[in-house]
């Protein structure tokens, strides 16, 4: 097993050998000459650290400290030199994997290297089994594009703090898999995400369902109960559509938020908790503060650290890589035969605008697995609201499909195609006239004329 060492040494010779020594076996190695230098080197690709106890400036003990609540997945192995086998055995105590003395052996140095990065692959494995049997599946944002990139690197540095997060983006974009990928990936990721959507629950309801509430605080109320508040304590409360909160609500988080503490409805006693809140919304929330529907001290506190999703059609270049994800995982879970896709397909699939973002992409390759399950999907077989996508990819003209006769004018020519681009842009705006006159910028009364001289269906 292979990966990349940061090695924190103040002495450059044993930089070098310990450098040499894991080169030959395949290692990538980082180099640091001091404690703050080494805790600025750490990255997410970075596998081991190899750390020296003596060090000018921070010493290695506390270095370890910092290292352990930055990154606690990193294993970090303390070099010692004489004399100082006490602060190694403390560093341990301190969660270091293991020390190595110096001089250094060769072979002591590679078989602690080793069992380092089994022990930290073993532990990560265990953890997302575990977290699967609870029905949590642990993954990473698929993509390749800049944003997404760039939005992991984002996940990975905010995942270990204690920072309260706001994830924002339409509908289908991916919020709850970056949500449970924060969690993961933070030092709460042994405790439970509870996760509360806050449409699904009726206005009068919210605030027993995340506080919790006394007997007979409301007719109906016939125990105490605990909130999700409380349930998540030690852990990360995920609340999914914030933007749909009471102002009387979003209050009282706030209030959280400052002192961690609240009472339950009808209830006196002030109860402590100690939650990382992690909200999602598909709303502008800038524009409800506008609109009277948010608070903007809320917004503010939780916009600390905020994660935008980039709808699909702002990284068409993922689109392939998504299909393939989707398409294994379907014939996995429902043994179908793979489907694949000509490269004029997923041209056409890039073309398409994708409203509902990646839920929708995913319920499509479901679709089309039903209808041709072990198949090559050519542009001809995809359904016609997508097929609209073919204008722009460029691989068809406009409106004038395989066997169809040219029209003989220029007029008729125009006709054809305005009927056929507003039909398929009208599917694509799944029927609303307002928004699709707004996108293609006609008037709305124009467009509706136009619809109806075509003869299409508009309810
Ligand atoms: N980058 C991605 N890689 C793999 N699957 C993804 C990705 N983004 C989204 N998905 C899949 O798309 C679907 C929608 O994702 P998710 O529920 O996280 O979106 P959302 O932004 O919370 O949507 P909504 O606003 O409708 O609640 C899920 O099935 C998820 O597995
Ligand atoms: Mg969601």
């Known amino acids: 097993m292979h990966g990349k060492v940061l090695i924190v040494d103040d002495e450059q010779d044993i930089r070098l050998s310990l450098r040499g020594i894991l080169e030959d ?22 596998d081991l650290i190899l750390l020296d106890i003596w060090l000018p400036g921070m010493d290695g003990l506390q270095v370890l400290t910092r290292l352990h609540e930055k990154h606690p997945d990193i294993p970090v192995i303390m ?5 100082n086998i006490q602060t190694a055995v403390q560093a341990i105590k301190n969660g270091a994997f293991d020390f190595i003395e110096k001089p250094l052996s060769l072979e002591k140095v590679l078989i602690t290297s080793q069992k380092a990065l089994e022990f930290s692959s073993l532990r990560r494995e265990n953890r997302n089994l575990r977290l699967n049997t609870k029905g949590i599946t642990v993954r990473d944002i698929t993509g390749q594009s800049g944003v997404i990139r760039e939005l992991r690197q984002a996940i990975d540095q905010v995942a270990p703090t204690e920072a309260w997060v706001l994830i924002t983006g339409e509908n289908g974009t991916g919020k709850e898999i970056v949500a449970r990928s924060i969690h993961i990936k933070s030092k709460r990721a042994d405790q439970t995400l509870v996760a509360v959507n806050c449409a699904a629950i009726p206005e009068e309801l919210i605030e027993s369902e995340l ?9 109906g109320a016939s125990g105490s109960r605990q909130g999700k508040f409380e349930l998540a304590h030690q852990g990360t409360l995920f609340l999914d559509e914030i933007g749909d909160m009471s102002l009387k609500t979003q209050a009282k988080i706030l209030r ?3 002192e961690q503490s609240f009472e339950r409805v009808g209830g006196h006693r002030t109860i402590s908790v100690n939650v990382r809140v992690i909200a999602a919304t598909n709303k502008d929330l800038l524009q409800e503060i506008k609109k009277g529907n948010f608070r903007e001290d809320l917004y503010y ?19 392939p890589i998504l299909l393939e994800e989707f398409i294994h995982q379907l014939s996995q879970e429902h043994n179908f035969k793979p489907l694949s896709f000509t490269r004029e397909a997923v041209a056409v699939l890039q073309n398409h605008s994708w409203p509902g973002n990646v839920r929708e992409l995913k319920n499509f390759v479901e679709r089309l697995y039903i209808l041709y399950q072990g198949q090559e999907v ?3 077989m995809l359904p016609g609201e997508i097929s609209c996508a073919r204008m722009q990819s460029g691989l068809e003209p406009a409106g004038f499909q395989d066997g169809q006769e040219l ?12 009927a056929w681009f507003l039909d398929c842009k009208l599917k694509e705006y799944d029927g609303n006239i307002s928004r699709l006159a707004e996108a293609i910028g006609l008037e709305r009364s124009y467009l509706y004329r136009k619809l109806k001289s075509y003869d299409i269906s508009t309810d």
């Open 211 to 219: 506080f919790g509430h006394e007997k007979g605080s409301f007719t």
């Open 256 to 258: 959280i938020l400052q």
């Open 407 to 418: 029209p003989g004018d220029f007029k008729q020519a125009r006709s054809r195609f305005e």
């Open 301 to 319: 506190r939780l916009n600390v650290f905020p994660l935008n999703l980039p709808p699909l059609r702002e990284r068409k270049e993922d689109i």
């Open 378 to 380: 050519t542009p001809a």
């Open 79 to 83: 070099i010692s030199g004489h004399g």
């Open 25 to 46: 076996e395949g290692y990538q190695v980082v180099e640091a000459e001091s404690g703050e230098h080494g805790l600025a080197a750490v990255e997410p690709s970075i």
